[in-house]
T-cell receptor, first 114, second 113 residues
Framework: ETGVTQTPRHLVMGMTNKKSLKCEQH?????MYWYKQSAKKPLELMFV???????ENNSVPSRFSPECPNSSHLFLHLHTLQPEDSALYLC?????????????FGPGTRLTVT | KNQVEQSPQSLIILEGKNCTLQ??????????LRWYKQDTGRGPVSLTI?????NTKSNGRYTATLDADTKQSSLHITASQLSDSASYIC????????????FGGGTRLMVKP
């Protein structure tokens, strides 16, 4: 285990539902990330938080809303999603956001939008 | 546009054999290049990380090489095991990229008994 946990591991939701993904890191890191991994596509960075402040929003649609209440917890609130949003959503953390800092990934949440 | 391309897309080898995965990138200049292993249904786990000035880095049976002149990296797996079956992802961090990493599409390796 890498010290980054994600819940739930699997989620099926309709397009009108509202759900949230949770990520928690136990590594004492200051930065946390949300990535989207679609089938046969490279990982796409969605959001970055450093010391609880959002430092990156990679042109993500507003139906995805991140929340970072502290350096150990990160949420991704979902509402009115589309079927093309079905993917593996990965959370990662690192000590810092620059240079050589290693990112440690959680196991991901497999999201299916019906 | 920065790109990281990996080949082959998929590979099947017999247990005990060696294999080499390729990564070509156009990112320049870059800070470091990483190889990750991603088991099915799990998040990526770092195998190696090399700065632009390093040529090779080993982690057990995994050896990564880097040629900054030709913008190529390779990951060599020695004496493959069934547990090596996974996707292997090449990731490049450009200079002055802030938080952005450029990910390759991965090579899916299957090791058969």
């Amino acid at each position: 285990e890498t010290g980054v946990t994600q819940t739930p591991r699997h989620l099926v939701m309709g397009m009108t539902n509202k759900k949230s993904l949770k990520c928690e890191q136990h590594l004492g890191h200051n930065a946390m990330y949300w990535y989207k991994q679609s089938a046969k596509k490279p990982l796409e960075l969605m959001f970055v938080y450093n010391f609880k402040e959002q430092t990156e929003n990679n042109s993500v649609p507003s139906r995805f809303s991140p929340e970072c209440p502290n350096s150990s917890h990160l949420f991704l609130h979902l509402h009115t999603l589309q079927p093309e949003d079905s993917a593996l959503y990965l959370c990662a953390s690192s000590y810092g956001t620059g240079g050589i800092y290693e990112q440690y990934f959680g196991p991901g949440t497999r999201l299916t939008v019906t | 546009k920065n790109q990281v391309e990996q080949s082959p897309q998929s590979l099947i080898i017999l247990e005990g054999k060696n294999c080499t995965l390729q990564c070509n990138y156009t990112v320049s200049p870059f800070s470091n290049l990483r190889w990750y292993k991603q088991d099915t249904g799990r998040g990526p786990v770092s195998l190696t990380i090399m700065t632009f000035s390093e040529n090779t880095k080993s982690n057990g049976r995994y050896t990564a090489t880097l040629d900054a002149d030709t913008k190529q990296s390779s990951l060599h797996i020695t004496a493959s095991q069934l547990s090596d079956s996974a996707s292997y992802i090449c990731v490049v961090r450009p200079n002055n990229a802030g938080n952005m990493l450029t990910f390759g599409g991965g090579t899916r390796l299957m090791v058969k008994p």
